[in-house]
Antibody, heavy 121, light 109 residues
Framework: QLQLQESGPGLVKPSETLSLTCTVS??????????WGWIRQPPGKGLEWIGS???????HYNPSLNSRVTISVDTSKNQFSLKLSSVTAADTAVYYC?????????????WGQGTLVTVSS | SSELTQDPAVSVALGQTVRITCQGD??????ASWYQQKPGQAPVLVIY???NRPSGIPDRFSGSSSRNTASLTITGAQAEDEADYYC????????????FGTGTKVTVL
């Protein structure tokens, strides 16, 4: 059974870079059928797609975050990572990683349990 | 970019039927997927594609679509169905972007 697990600091200072890693177990991140994505949810608010990566390294980012987001993949470790630069309090959220199919119709499944990142000095 | 609009909240009596809708231009092109989220938990996929349920999702959950509107129907709602529900689809702009709906809080009375 495929499982995803987010990890990284729970507290980041304003203007610094948020860094998270998603570790995939029970399957290979190098599958040609899937993309690997990041989604976030501010406290009490809805879900926002951040971006995604293919095992080859091809990426797609939410235009609203594009200038601050970098997603990378390490196939040797079966991991992919998120970096979000110049964070502010508005970036405080639960960050999820998830898999979705590379061909529409796409759906996000499974999801990691999520990790809360708070931006505060 | 596309937007997906949902009613903020709906309520349903125990055992009755409730329909949650999701509207957006991208739904003219792509099927929506639907996610259930309970407090403090990660979202869980409940419907994908035309009307498909992942293993373990009860058959009281079903999906449909018409033009720019996707619907999730819970037939015979149970207390454990009380949750937030989000739709999702690919962006209609032609870019490989995705958008989530605004979310609907379902209360089972």
């Amino acid at each position: 059974q495929l499982q995803l697990q987010e990890s990284g600091p729970g507290l980041v200072k304003p203007s610094e870079t948020l860094s998270l890693t998603c570790t995939v177990s029970g399957g290979s991140i190098s599958s040609s059928n899937y993309y690997w994505g990041w989604i976030r949810q501010p406290p009490g608010k809805g879900l926002e797609w951040i971006g995604s990566i293919y095992y080859s390294g091809s990426t797609h980012y939410n235009p609203s975050l594009n200038s601050r987001v970098t997603i990378s993949v390490d196939t040797s470790k079966n991991q992919f990572s998120l970096k979000l630069s110049s964070v502010t309090a508005a970036d405080t959220a639960v960050y999820y990683c998830a898999r979705y199919s590379s061909v529409p119709p796409s759906w996000f499944d499974p999801w990691g349990q999520g990790t809360l990142v708070t931006v505060s000095s | 970019s596309s937007e997906l609009t949902q009613d903020p909240a709906v309520s349903v009596a125990l055992g009755q039927t409730v329909r949650i809708t999701c509207q957006g231009d991208s739904l003219n092109i792509y099927y929506a997927s639907w996610y259930q989220q309970k407090p403090g938990q990660a979202p869980v996929l409940v419907i994908y594609g035309e009307n498909n349920r992942p293993s373990g999702i009860p058959d009281r959950f079903s999906g449909s679509s018409s033009r720019n509107t996707a619907s999730l129907t819970i037939t015979g709602a149970q207390a454990e169905d009380e949750a937030d529900y989000y739709c999702n689809s690919r962006d209609s702009s032609g870019n490989h972007n995705y958008v989530f709906g605004t979310g609907t809080k379902v209360t089972v009375l």
